[in-house]
Nanobody, 126 residues
Framework: VQLQASGGGLVQAGGSLRLSCAAS????????MGWFRQVPGKERQFVAA????????YYADSVKGRFTISGDNAKKTVDLQMNSLKPEDTAVYHC????????????????????WGQGTQVTVSS
């Protein structure tokens, strides 16, 4: 499975950006898709995910109420609408997908995701 992300860029604090990701290359899966972000020198951080089986959505506490994940299971696409952006949201955002169905406790854990996109930079200026 290949993940191709688009969107990102530079925005002022309080602004909005939208990230999109499309999966290709395999007819089955991914069973969950989402986004992680990483700042140089820090661990990858879970942002949001959607689990296709029940269309459940999950968010990191730091983005709840500001970010919205949505997607199309048939098309294997996922979007992340980011509103009220803060300078601390600055990072490289990676689209991810899992080859297996994930239980709820596994959703925010990076090692359970088998597919990673190339990353797109989001920079929020103060």
């Amino acid at each position: 499975v290949q993940l191709q992300a688009s969107g990102g860029g530079l925005v002022q604090a309080g602004g909005s950006l939208r990230l999109s990701c499309a999966a290709s290359g395999r007819t089955l899966g991914p069973y969950s898709m989402g986004w992680f972000r990483q700042v140089p020198g820090k661990e990858r951080q879970f942002v949001a995910a959607i689990r296709w089986s029940g269309r459940d959505t999950y968010y990191a506490d730091s983005v709840k109420g500001r970010f919205t994940i949505s997607g199309d299971n048939a098309k294997k696409t996922v979007d992340l609408q980011m509103n009220s952006l803060k300078p601390e949201d600055t990072a490289v955002y990676h689209c991810v997908g899992s080859a297996m169905r994930l239980i709820t406790s596994s959703v925010p854990i990076a090692r359970y995701y088998d597919y990673w996109g190339q990353g797109t930079q989001v920079t929020v200026s103060s």
